[in-house]
């Protein structure tokens, strides 16, 4: 057995201990795949995915995540959480994501003590490690699991297990919550965020793949694959984007030379950390 199948036994293998287990599902690429694998080896009342309902998640991702657990007959629960109202959230400080994600998993644990399920999992893998994510203290400090991280996988790797299971998110362009778009210490607006939502929604339907909309103020900068630059600035898309972003409420709209790049918005926090 090759190594990256020797992986796919220990995340396997370590599934069947926990024994039960509620699994924060977005229907990302990471948390697909957790889920497909812990299906395979825990009985169905074992399993429980449970989909954060917020500001900060786009409508099409919860009808994918909705899908692939019917699809599967997969228990699934989808949980609404008023993110703009947890303390300090709103005011988008460095540590946004460690404000968030304690109130998110704090009651994705509640959800599971309710349900007799003992462990709550959550989908970061080994390539998550490097970057700036103060949402990991939070996982660290509530005790919720990574099988990911635990099984050595990487994002690569993951992609590479789920294209062999037929998984429909093996190729799937990596996704981050909306909150990611906004400038560290700006404040989360629900107009900024539907701006946003409405803007990617547009990308995605001119089938883009991997991109983002970063929002300054009622600026948009778009963030791309260098290889789409050309088909961007063609002038029937440029000018359907001018338009529809205009509509959306941006008031100039703008094209990242350097490209897509995760997490871009940590820039700033990891030079001034140097």
């Not at 889920?35 to 900060?56: G, H, I, R, Y």
């Not at 390539?127 to 991280?149: F, H, N, V």
Request: net charge negative.
């Amino acid at each position: 057995m090759d190594n990256l199948h020797c992986k796919l036994e220990q995340l396997k293998k370590y599934f069947v201990e926990l024994e039960s287990v509620v699994i924060g599902f977005s229907g990302g690429v990471d948390s697909t795949f957790m889920l497909q694998v812990a299906c395979e080896v825990l009985p169905p009342e074992k399993l429980l995915a449970v989909t954060a309902v917020s500001a900060f998640f786009p409508q099409r991702e919860m009808i994918e995540a909705q899908n692939f657990c019917t699809e599967r007959k997969i228990n699934h629960l989808f949980m609404p959480v008023d993110v703009l109202k947890i303390d300090g959230v709103r005011q988008n400080p460095n540590n946004r994501c460690y404000l968030c994600k304690k109130t998110l998993f704090t009651q994705i644990k509640n959800v599971a003590e309710d349900n007799g399920i003992r462990w709550v999992c959550e989908g970061s893998n080994m390539d998550d490690i490097g970057d700036y994510r103060p949402g990991m203290q939070a996982i660290t400090e509530l005790e919720i699991k990574s099988p990911l991280r635990h099984a050595n996988l990487s994002k690569q790797e993951i992609r590479n297990l789920s294209q062999e299971m037929n998984l429909p998110t093996w190729n799937k362009p990596s996704f981050a919550c909306l909150a990611s778009r906004f400038v560290y210490g700006e404040q989360i607006t629900e107009e900024g965020l539907a701006m946003v939502d409405k803007a990617e929604q547009l990308l995605s339907n001119l089938e883009f793949r991997q991109f983002r909309v970063r929002i300054h103020g009622k600026m948009a900068r778009i963030e791309i694959e260098p290889s789409d630059f050309t088909r961007i600035i063609q002038p029937e898309i440029r000018e359907k984007i001018i338009k529809e972003f205009t509509d959306f409420g941006f008031s100039y709209v703008s094209l990242d030379l350097n490209g897509y790049c995760m997490g871009s918005m940590n820039k700033t926090i990891l030079e001034a950390g140097k």
